[in-house]
């Protein structure tokens, strides 16, 4: 009995989760309406995120096992090694020791594990943080960082499913530069140190699509317009998700 009552203190009356899970594609107002007048649930954040590290460790897994895939992933690592080589900042003997440590299938696939597992947990949390913050400053909402934790972690599902395309679209296409997004437009002649290259590959559908639905649920929660929210949310991804890293893997 206390079990029972245990999980009904953590799951309010309302909508399931599966019912949550199908709206965030098909009605994301009404799903956030709904969110914004309820208490915080937990499952909301805390299953799409357990999903989401699973789906991150099957394609780590299906990418780096993969002798093809594994030595495309690892190409940007060689050229680097092969230009401090070239300036005299690296010996042959220490980038051939460091390429036939980087070989090593076990090991590329567990620090690929271990770098799945954090980003999707970065993502999750700070992600969380900054559109609560944003929300705060911008429109002056009163939802708690728990509650956007809900909204946020909703939409991971959304990028779930991008994974589960993009680890199609991989295996389809033969590159694992591809996605659902800008990068199919340049598979053939993508040069990871032009700008334009970069910014169109991160134009990702699934990525974009997730922002609009989190600009919604932001919305909702603040009382304010959906545009509002979906104006904040795709410019904190087009800064945060998009120029800055482009930015700082230029400059690396």
Not at 5 to 17: A, D, I, K, R, Y
Request: charged share 10%; proline share 4%; aromatic share 10%.
């Amino acid at each position: 009995m206390e079990n029972d009552s245990s999980l009904q203190s953590l799951e309010p009356p309302g909508t399931s989760f599966f019912e949550r899970m199908v709206n965030v594609f098909t009605s994301p107002g009404e799903l956030y309406t709904e969110v914004a007048q309820s208490p915080v649930r937990t499952s909301s954040w805390f299953i799409p995120y357990i999903i989401a590290i699973i789906i991150a460790l099957i394609s780590t897994y299906a990418i780096l096992s993969n002798q093809a895939f594994r030595n495309q992933a690892l190409e940007p690592q060689y050229q680097a090694m092969q230009e401090r080589v070239a300036k005299g900042e690296m010996t042959e003997d220490q980038m051939n020791a460091a390429t036939e440590m980087m070989e090593s299938s076990s090991l590329v696939v567990i620090s690929g594990v271990v770098m799945s597992i954090v980003f999707v947990s970065v993502s999750l949390f700070l992600g969380s943080l900054l559109f609560w913050l944003a929300g705060k400053i911008f429109m002056k909402s009163t939802a708690g960082y728990s509650k956007i934790l809900e909204v946020y972690g909703l939409t991971m599902l959304i990028g779930v499913a991008g994974s589960i395309i993009t680890l199609l679209l991989i295996f389809f296409t033969g590159s694992v530069l591809a996605s659902p997004g800008g990068s199919l437009l340049i598979l053939d002649s993508f040069d990871r140190k032009n700008l334009s290259h970069l910014f169109l590959a991160a134009m990702n559908i699934m990525s974009i699509w997730q922002m609009v639905v989190v600009g919604i649920g932001i919305a909702k929660c603040a009382g304010k317009p959906a545009t509002t929210g979906i104006t904040i949310s795709l410019s904190l991804w087009l800064v945060f998700w998009v120029l800055i890293p482009i930015l700082i893997g230029s400059a690396a």
